[in-house]
């Protein structure tokens, strides 16, 4: 099946935005529905773990700085 809805990508700005293709619009509005909840929930699932990688990097980032501040202030 050809591909309903394109996730676009602005490299330079960070930026992302959704293209609904016109087969995606013909089609029954309840398997639109489900096929829209389906890819949201992947799309969060997607979003939450990257979240969590984002939190881990962070807090290995600021252990690296008290741990250069407690030998600094020695």
Not at 5 to 20: C, M
Request: hydrophobic fraction near 40%; glycine fraction near 6%; aromatic fraction near 8%.
């Amino acid at each position: 099946m050809k591909t309903e809805i394109k996730l676009d990508v602005d490299i330079p700005t960070g930026e992302g935005q959704i293209k609904v293709m016109p087969h995606f619009e013909k089609m029954n509005i309840l398997w639109q529905l489900d096929i829209l909840k389906g890819w949201i929930w992947d799309l969060q699932e997607l979003y939450n773990n990257k979240v969590d990688v984002w939190e881990n990097e962070v807090k290995t980032l600021q252990e690296e700085v008290d741990g250069r501040n407690k030998t600094t202030l020695i």
